[in-house]
């Protein structure tokens, strides 16, 4: 059946001249129905599964047979809507003969044709690995183990990452938080990708030019099969591999961007596509519309967390996360002198407003950008830091050097001329001392109630990590009561909490140091002391040694229930505070940091 020269005997010969090509593919299909369903069992073994897309063209006829025929217009198996050369996951192989049109092919010369990601046997033979079956080979790939997520951000790094940085002016994947040239893109040629600007290698600098070991014109980093030279037959010409020996060039195929989109089906034949889930059909690179990461009132905090989407949020370090206009309590004095949103309290130059600039922009000192030079990304511009080269710490001693230092605990550095504890540098009422009474008792103003502080940094022994220890006041873990360094600078350290913000799970909110989970970037809590681990803590456990039993019977008191509580030992109003030292031990405690202790309700007193 149309087979050129003599035709053998019982074969049938279709007209075909002057029909149309709906009528020849109806003829064509006709007869194929009919001779599959005629032929003897084990006749078309030789063609495996008769129809794999179960659409009943047989696979003998079926120009697409992966994808369903929908019985519109010309029956040739694909649908009509079919666009010749489609490859939906950019694997190189159209969808039309990929059987895992959507996962992308490992290519690793184990079943590279079928389109479809696979781990190439132990054959003792060297392969490219690619373990988690992402494309890029385990040799190129950041994150072996990890697929990458091909949405037009580091496509090529082998890891995953979300569709767009919070903010990225530049779209060069470096947040503009850590981004020194927010609006210009990083060239990505191994030299100071990370610092987000344009750079070029020069000539004699052999360390950063790509060796290509074949000579096939792939640098080995992108190279496949580095020691095995691409034959260039427009056939996946940008992996590096050869393929298919002797295999004629098909024009239909060339693909002159590498993109994966064949340049007859191609819009932007010279410009590759990025993959961002948008337009990645039609071959041109293009920029996803952030909808889901817009900030409508400009207040900095995205609408997809902002509980105030049309209304700015108010930084006053009062629930400024939540996007939301407040206003700081009365009785709390908080003065801002320069309006840059950083209290004086902790505003290394208060008189001078922050410039926000991505360097240090919670020291609330103006810094240089660091664009117009400033290796070491302090804020110092090397022609006036005496360590060009190595970060200033910023720690309020001899900050304008430019060198890291560490300040001693000593008062004439840290003068305090009211003996509070508090340098004057950070007291606001430096000629009268501080009661230290668990309100406001880092302000270095005095104000009602007593409460034990025994090292006498300001910070009450029920709050303090480390009750006979000073805190050493540097901006790193002030609030812990807690001596502490300024750890090295990081490469990369949006909120300077001294954890390098490729490992810092919270990237712009410093980690608050208190001795609990103090390595993952992320302020916290730490947990209070429960010696007997039964969840009620040490200060509400009436039996602190004992576990509670928790069988649904006062599970609240921390004793097992078979051990009988005295009168002294009961809490009667469960405010954890023991009838023995309860003053209203029918009366719960209110809480509210005005005598807390006396198991009293009661108001904060006015003015």
């Keep these: 059946m149309g087979a050129p020269g003599p035709n053998p005997p019982r074969s049938l010969i279709i007209p075909h001249r002057g029909r149309s090509a709906v009528m020849r593919s109806y003829w064509a299909l006709l007869v194929a129905v009919t001779l599959v369903a005629s032929a003897p069992a084990g006749a078309l073994a030789q063609y495996g599964d008769s129809d794999i897309d179960s659409d009943g063209v047989p696979n003998a006829i079926d120009s697409c047979p992966h994808v369903r025929e929908d019985f519109e217009g010309e029956i040739d198996g694909c649908p009509s809507d079919f666009v010749q050369w489609q490859d939906s996951d950019a694997d190189g192989i159209e969808d039309r003969v990929d059987e895992c049109p ?3 092919e490992t290519y690793n010369r184990h079943l590279d044709a079928d389109g479809c990601p696979d781990r190439a046997p132990d054959t003792g033979r060297s392969v490219t690995v ?11 790939d950041v994150c072996p183990t990890t697929p990458e997520t091909p949405n037009g951000i580091l496509d090529g790094d082998g890891c995953p990452d979300g569709m767009a940085p919070a903010t990225d002016n530049d779209e060069d994947g470096v947040p503009d938080g850590v981004d020194a040239c927010p609006f210009e893109q990083e060239t990505y040629n191994r030299h100071m990708d990370g610092d987000g600007c344009p750079d070029e290698v020069e000539d004699e600098r052999a360390q950063f030019e790509f060796p290509d070991a074949d000579g096939d014109g792939i640098d080995d980093r992108w190279d496949q099969c580095p020691n095995e030279a691409e034959n260039r037959n427009s056939y996946l010409d940008g992996d590096g591999c050869p393929d298919e020996p002797g295999a004629e060039s098909d024009a239909a195929m060339a693909d002159s961007d590498f993109d994966g989109i064949p340049d007859s089906e191609d819009a932007c034949p010279e410009d590759r596509e990025n993959f961002n889930r948008h337009l990645d059909e039609d071959g041109c690179p293009d920029t996803l519309d952030l909808t889901t990461s817009a900030d409508t009132d400009l207040d900095g ?5 902002d509980m105030c989407v049309l209304v700015a949020e108010v930084y006053n370090m009062v629930d400024d996360e939540d996007g939301c206009p407040d206003t700081v309590p009365v009785g709390i004095n908080t003065p801002d002198s320069d309006g840059d949103g950083i209290f004086d309290a902790v505003d290394t130059c208060p008189i001078t407003p922050e410039n926000r600039n991505g360097v240090l922009d919670t020291d609330g000192c103006p810094d240089s950008d660091p664009i117009v030079g400033d290796s070491d990304v302090d804020g110092i511009p090397d022609d006036r830091d005496e360590c060009p080269m190595e970060p200033e710490t910023h720690n309020r001693f001899e900050d304008g050097d430019g060198c890291p230092d560490f300040v001693a605990d000593d008062r004439e550095q840290n003068p305090d001329t009211d003996g509070d504890g508090l340098p004057d540098r ?9 009661t230290r009474n668990g309100i406001l008792d880092t302000d270095g103003c005095p104000d009602r109630g007593t409460v034990p502080d025994t090292d006498g940094d300001g910070i009450p022994n029920d709050m303090d990590a480390c009750p006979s220890q000073l805190e050493t006041f540097n901006m790193i873990d002030d609030s812990d009561g807690c001596p502490d360094e300024t750890p090295a600078t990081a490469v990369n350290d949006a909120d300077g909490d001294g954890i390098d913000d490729i490992s810092d799970m919270c990237a712009l909110v410093p980690e608050n140091r208190n001795g609990y989970m103090d390595d993952d970037g992320c302020p916290d ?6 010696a007997d ?7 509400a456990d009436a039996c602190p040694e004992m576990e509670e039993t928790r069988n649904g019977y006062m599970d609240a008191d921390g004793c097992p229930d078979e051990l009988a509580l005295s009168d002294d030992q009961a809490d009667t109003d469960n405010d954890g505070i023991r009838n ?12 509210n940091k005005f005598a807390d202790d006396d198991g009293c309700p009661d108001s904060f007193p006015e003015g």
């Design 580 to 591: 023995s030292a309860d003053e209203c031990p029918s009366e719960p405690e209110t809480w």
């Design 525 to 530: 809590i730490r947990p209070p002391p429960d």
């Design 301 to 305: 905090i995205l609408d997809s967390v």
């Design 130 to 140: 690619d373990t988690d079956g992402d494309g890029v080979i385990d040799m190129l």
């Design 533 to 539: 681990s039964d969840g009620v803590p040490d200060g």
């Design 426 to 434: 950070l007291d606001l009422c430096p000629s009268v001392p501080e």
């Design 102 to 104: 959507a996962a992308r």
